[in-house]
């Protein structure tokens, strides 16, 4: 099991510039996470898939919007990029309402926005 | 709103000292509680997570405990090691509600 991917590794964008991030989970998850984490803030909820069909919005979903593709892929556009959004990406999956509802994260995407 | 408070925010030992992490919340009405381990420019593992009507968890040299009425979960880290050396992170689900994590305990352990 590759358990939960992410691409890329590392972007530089340009400001106003797109790009989508992608996740893939090969656990079977039902739910699925996008984060990101800048330093003195912690980690931070962008937007969130309990289940296959549905998001919702987390604490900071402005600038971005998502894409559960299907029940393994879930995607996070940036759709005018703003230096603001320069951060480290997580995303995270977990079989929510199991007994053990771990959630595990994939490597991240580093994104810099000039 | 549940808020999760990590304190200290660094923490730095000598190799083999015990050591205790802790980790507090706001509302007692949790579902469940994880501790995370992060590595410098990786992403979260988990250590261990400890349902609400659980008291305690152990896996080799870590124990982790929750006490849900005071509000608190503590890590233990027994015969620290170099390897220890990481941010711990602490998280906690209430109701349907996604993770919510705080801002960790940056630990080093000094050979």
């Known amino acids: 099991n590759a358990g939960v991917t992410q691409t890329p590794k590392f972007q530089v964008l340009k400001t106003g510039q797109s790009m989508t991030l992608q996740c893939a989970q090969d656990m079977n998850h039902n739910s699925m996470y996008w984060y990101r984490q800048d330093p003195g803030m912690g980690l931070r909820l962008i937007y969130y898939s309990a289940s296959e069909g549905t998001t919702d919005k987390g604490e900071v979903p402005n600038g971005y919007n998502v894409s559960r593709l299907n029940k393994r892929e879930f995607s996070l556009r940036l759709e005018s990029a703003a230096p603001s959004q320069t951060s480290v990406y997580f995303c995270a999956s977990t079989l929510r309402g199991a007994l053990q509802e771990t959630q595990y994260f994939g490597p991240g995407t580093r994104l810099l926005v000039l | 709103k549940q808020e999760v408070t990590q304190i200290p925010a660094a923490l730095s030992v000598p190799e083999g000292e015990n050591l205790v992490l802790n980790c507090s919340f706001t509302?007692?009405?949790?579902?469940?509680l994880q501790w995370f381990r992060q590595d410098p420019g990786k992403g979260l593992t988990s250590l261990l997570l400890i349902q609400s009507s659980q008291r305690e968890q152990t896996s080799g040299r870590l124990n982790a405990s929750l006490d849900k009425s005071s509000g608190r979960s503590t890590l233990y880290i027994a015969a620290s090691q170099p390897g220890d050396s990481a941010t711990y992170l602490c998280a906690v689900r209430s109701g349907n509600t996604p993770l919510v994590f705080g801002k960790g305990t940056r630990l080093s352990v000094i050979a």
């Open positions: 509302d007692s009405a949790i579902y469940n």
